[in-house]
């Protein structure tokens, strides 16, 4: 049965992730605070912006832009959307 955590994106107790996407503190963060749901909804989000933005993730220019809209879309504010984007009903 997996943990079940606060969710930091949907403000509800919902199941967390089975690990913590990324090594070191901010993955612990994350582990601890976003719902699985949040995180593959971002993962899906995260493929739309680098695909419709071009983004090269080679430049750190552009991995710092994604992890910032990265904290946005998961903490439920306002966060890039690629143009002409309308969200799933």
Same mark, same amino acid.
């Given at each position: 049965?997996?943990?079940?955590?606060?969710?930091?994106?949907?403000?509800?107790?919902?199941?967390?992730?089975?690990k913590?996407?990324?090594?070191?503190?901010?993955?612990?963060?994350?582990?601890?605070?976003?719902?699985?749901?949040?995180?593959?909804?971002?993962?899906?989000?995260?493929?739309?912006?680098?695909?419709?933005?071009?983004?090269?993730?080679?430049?750190?220019? +552009?991995?710092?832009w994604?992890?910032?809209?990265?904290?946005?879309?998961? +903490?439920?504010?306002?966060?890039?959307?690629? +143009?002409?984007?309308?969200?799933?009903?």
């Amino acid at each position: 049965m997996p943990k079940k955590v606060i969710c930091r994106k949907y403000k509800e107790e919902l199941d967390g992730m089975d690990k913590p996407p990324f090594p070191g503190t901010k993955g612990e963060d994350l582990f601890n605070n976003v719902s699985q749901r949040a995180w593959d909804e971002w993962l899906e989000h995260q493929k739309m912006l680098i695909n419709e933005g071009q983004l090269n993730l080679a430049d750190r220019e +552009s991995r710092n832009w994604l992890n910032e809209q990265m904290e946005l879309f998961l +903490s439920g504010e306002d966060y890039a959307k690629p +143009s002409g984007y309308r969200p799933a009903e």
